[in-house]
Structures are given as C-alpha cells and as structure tokens.
C-alpha cells in the first residue's frame, strides 16, 4: 500500500491550495483519512481527519479555514486550503488506516511542501 500526496506549491498570503492524497495496492478497507503537517523545527500535528464514524475534526487554527473531502470510490482524500496565512508554512502528510484483507495498518504518505509567502 502506498499513499501519495500531492498539490503542495508556494502561495501568498490569502491564496489558496488543495492538497490531494491517493492510496493505491491491496486495499479492501481504509479509514480515518487524514491531514497532519510539520513545520521546521516542530512536531508534526493534526490538521484534519475524518473518524472511524465520519465526520472530520479540524485542528483549531485551520478551523473555518480549510476543508477535508474524500472520494472513497477512488480511495483518495483531500485538503481544500484558502485563506492561507504564513504560520501555515510546512510540509504537509496523509495518512490513514488500510485493512488489506489480513490486518489493518496505519500508512503514511511521502509529504508535499506548502509555502505560504509573499
């Protein structure tokens, strides 16, 4: 299984992105999709995620601001961005949980760069 992001890319303050995760290989189920990002220097945190129940939570300083949709048809998930601000600056991770018909892991994808600059 691997997952690739995508869409990163440099935008000024106030732009916008969106940011694109596509899981491919032995999928039968996957879940908990999400957003997480690492700014220099800095732990990686949660962005966004959708629970095993459904609904996505956001971490608070992107609330309002960005938006987490999937397509579970195409097993990808992804990451409207507008309003960007510079302390948005990082470099940004999918994951998510994949039953691959034995056991369920957890998956990461490669990373994308997000630089917010003017």
């Known amino acids: 299984v691997q997952l690739q992001a995508s869409g990163g890319g440099l935008v000024q303050p106030g732009g916008s992105l969106r940011l694109s995760c596509a899981a491919s290989?032995?999928?039968?189920?996957?879940?908990?999709m999400g957003w997480y990002r690492q700014a220099p220097g800095k732990q990686r945190d949660l962005v966004a995620v959708f629970t095993s129940g459904g609904s996505a939570n956001y971490a608070d300083s992107v609330k309002g601001r960005f938006t987490i949709s999937r397509d579970n048809a195409k097993n990808m998930w992804y990451l409207q961005m507008n309003s960007l601000k510079p302390e948005d600056t990082a470099v940004y991770y999918c994951?998510?949980?994949?039953?691959?018909?034995?056991?369920?892991?957890?998956?990461w994808g490669q990373g994308t760069q997000v630089t917010v600059s003017s």
């Open positions: 290989g032995s999928i039968s189920s996957i879940n908990n």
């Open positions: 994951r998510a949980g994949v039953f691959d018909g034995r056991r369920w892991s957890d998956y």
